[in-house]
């Protein structure tokens, strides 16, 4: 039902390749800034929950659960988290913003690359556990519309890249791969609307 199969050159399955087109189409209605792409982004977590799972990359595993709950959260926040209920505008985080959510992957990271560590049969604790950290917050950053959201989707994607190859998922690391080069116009576009420079 979910044999490996070739495509492109590229090892796959048919749930890491519907996984793969459901994110595919969420980042680009991320960075249309349009708000169904938080219901494609349920659907992908959803899917490559199953995935990582079958790849013992529980940290990613788990962090699929927490996208579908933030995700929730961030659509609401897309269409009525502003001021008086109103849609959410693209905007600069604060010093202190960069600084607090700095802090807080870096303590996130400590925590997850424990419990992966201590508790799981996990081969890649600490990378797993970093990177699920940034994805933290990451999506946090897009659930408010944060322009450096796409900051640290540039970082973790890249990061993911090698990961996902060290754990034979071609077709996820290749997706990762584009994924880098999407947050770089993502970044871009949403810095015009916010009025940075980029």
């Not at 034979?168 to 609307?193: E, I, K, Q, S």
Request: hydrophobic residues 55%; charged residues 10%.
């Amino acid at each position: 039902m979910n044999d490996s199969f070739v495509l492109l050159g590229l090892a796959t399955t048919p749930l890491e390749l519907t996984a793969l087109v459901l994110s595919v189409i969420t980042v680009v209605l991320n960075i249309r800034q349009t708000h169904w792409a938080w219901l494609f982004a349920i659907a992908s977590s959803a899917v490559y929950g199953i995935v990582f799972l079958n790849a013992r990359l529980y940290g990613d595993m788990g962090l699929q659960g927490v996208f579908i709950a933030v995700s929730v959260w961030g659509w609401y926040q897309w269409l009525y988290g502003g001021e008086q209920h109103a849609p959410l505008t693209a905007t600069c985080s604060s010093r202190a913003g960069w600084i607090g959510g700095i802090v807080g992957w870096l303590l996130l990271f400590a925590a997850i690359g424990y419990a992966l560590r201590r508790f799981t049969d996990t081969d890649v604790p600490h990378i797993d556990g970093f990177l699920t950290a940034g994805s933290l917050l990451g999506q946090l950053l897009l659930s408010r519309k944060k322009v450096e959201n796409w900051i640290v989707w540039i970082v973790v994607d890249v990061l993911y890249v090698g990961l996902y190859i060290h754990k034979d998922l071609h077709a996820t690391a290749a997706l990762y791969a584009a994924f880098v080069v999407m947050a770089v116009f993502g970044w871009r576009a949403w810095a015009r609307v916010a009025g940075g420079k980029p």
